[in-house]
């Protein structure tokens, strides 16, 4: 038998009741005394826990005085005893340190692990949230306060393209006459259908013309470039639900109901850029034609970089935006909201500048060449408000024009004063005439149309059907 303290044979051997291990009687005992447990078991323990073994053994002879060889190995079996049990209690102790510190290193590691979950989950977060602020529980078109994001701001070097732009446009606009060759209040007055051609694209959502062509795009997926000179179809795309589309020199742009703008150089596809999520309900180009600005469903609007083909900024709103125009300097970018809302953003900042009471959803936004006017008309009314820039309130709607039926699409020309109107029921122009200051309607055709846009010198007016029908109105 061995000591489970010492791991020598006892000279009087005890043993525990509560762990069956056989002990020291001297060691046990003290053990007992400091801690009050069984060094094996870790129960509590008392003295009475220990029963005697009688075995056989030679009694040694007491040592009178440390002098003597005896005494002396007595002493050193004190000091072995009491060493044994400091022994057993550090071999304890370094055992219970060697699992304390494998749980910490285990804890450690999973607390790390943790935090790069946490870290990637917020970063994922951060990015979903810069994409989209839509209520759950009031569904994707609900109103309300936006979620907060990182502001993001024009990169400098599109700023001074913003600031050159807005310098040439606001100076050559003082004083400007109307162009030589543009069309007369007597030529808009004799302005007929001559022209109405099935392009067979229905749900059509998108109108933007060239100088010599027309792109046109439907909910349905299909697009077409039509020849206004020649009166047929170049070509036809299959590119997704269409729900606006722009011309850029000679690349057609268009923005789908998938969050998507697409770059078309002819049938071919240039570039790309997904942005939003959700549909994306209007695009406007910037006067200089190096910047676009697209607004969705998402509450938000972003500008690209048409140069370098990349997105330069991205400002969340707290209303879901249904249209969008660029004020002719450049320097403004008008929003129309589903609660009834024209929102005016400072471009280089994204700072909302002003806002304006229109009542109803915001189908159509157009400013005039003069500055400080633009229309705004939604198709749940049948007038055309126009606001002016420079008041707030009520005092900022200039003029409202009834034009009796619903309005879904407006169009400004460049001389300040001619306003198309389109919509179920027909197309309108309103004449503003500056020497009178009066508005006067020049001519109306029952000609059912979505979208309408002004041809060169204004000398025509292009629209086009929900069924895909386009229209070409002229002398």
């Given at each position: 038998m061995l000591c489970a303290i010492s791991g020598e044979p006892p000279q009087e051997p005890v043993v525990s009741k509560l762990s069956g291990n056989v002990f020291e009687k001297r060691l046990i005992e003290r053990y007992v005394t400091?801690?009050?447990?069984d060094p094996v078991s870790k129960e509590d323990m008392t003295i009475e826990d220990l029963l005697p073994l009688k075995t056989n053994r030679v009694v040694r002879p007491r040592p009178p005085t440390l002098t003597s060889i005896p005494a002396l190995l007595a002493s050193f079996q004190n000091e072995w005893d009491a060493l044994a049990t400091e022994t057993?209690?550090?071999t304890e102790q370094l055992k219970k340190a060697r699992e304390e510190l494998s749980t910490a290193l285990y804890q450690n590691d999973a607390a790390v692990r943790v935090i790069a979950r946490l870290t990637q989950e917020r970063d994922e977060a951060r990015d979903a949230l810069s994409k989209i602020n839509v209520s759950v529980s009031n569904g994707p078109n609900a109103e309300g306060d936006a979620?907060?994001?990182?502001?993001?701001?024009?990169p400098d070097e599109l700023v001074a393209i913003v600031d050159a732009t807005q310098a040439q446009m606001s100076k050559s606009r003082k004083k400007r006459p109307i162009p030589e060759g543009w069309v007369t209040p007597e030529d808009i007055s004799a302005f007929t259908v001559e022209e109405a051609k099935d392009l067979e694209i229905p749900q059509t959502k998108a109108l933007a013309i060239d100088q010599e062509h027309a792109a046109i795009g439907g909910f349905n997926g299909l697009a077409s470039c039509y020849s206004i000179a020649t009166g047929e179809v170049e070509r036809t795309m299959d590119i997704g639900?269409?729900?606006d589309a722009i011309w850029r020199d000679n690349k057609i742009i268009f923005a789908t109901a998938k969050g998507m703008v697409l770059l078309f150089d002819k049938a071919a596809e240039v570039a790309n850029f997904a942005d939003h999520v959700g549909a994306i309900t209007g695009i406007a180009l910037h006067p200089s034609g190096d910047l676009l600005a697209s607004v969705?469903?998402?509450?938000?609007?972003?500008?690209?970089?048409?140069k370098n083909l990349k997105r330069a900024m991205r400002v969340q709103t707290d209303s879901t935006l249904s249209s969008c125009a660029f004020h002719p300097d450049g320097h403004l970018l008008a929003v129309g909201t589903n609660s009834g809302v024209v929102k005016v953003f400072q471009i280089k900042t994204g700072e909302e500048a002003a806002k304006f009471e229109l009542g109803a959803r915001v189908e159509s936004i157009a400013f005039s060449e003069n500055g400080?006017?633009?229309?705004?008309?939604?198709?749940?009314?049948?007038?055309?408000?126009?606001?002016?820039?420079?008041?707030e309130g009520d005092a900022a709607r200039a003029k409202v024009l009834e034009i009796g039926a619903p309005v879904q699409s407006l169009a400004w020309d460049y001389s300040q004063q001619f306003l198309a109107?389109?919509?179920?029921s027909g197309i309108t122009v309103q004449q503003y005439s500056k020497s009178a200051k009066k508005w006067s309607e020049a001519v109306r055709k029952d000609f059912s149309a979505v979208r309408v846009a002004?041809?060169?010198e204004a000398k025509m007016l292009v629209a086009v059907s929900e069924n895909g029908n386009i229209g070409i109105l002229k002398q």
């Open positions: 400091e801690h009050g447990v057993y209690n550090l979620m907060a994001v990182d502001s993001e701001f024009l639900p269409v729900t969705g469903v998402d509450k938000s609007f972003v500008i690209y970089d048409l400080y006017w633009f229309a705004a008309a939604s198709s749940q009314q049948t007038t055309v408000t126009i606001f002016d820039l420079r008041k109107t389109a919509g179920p002004w041809g060169t």
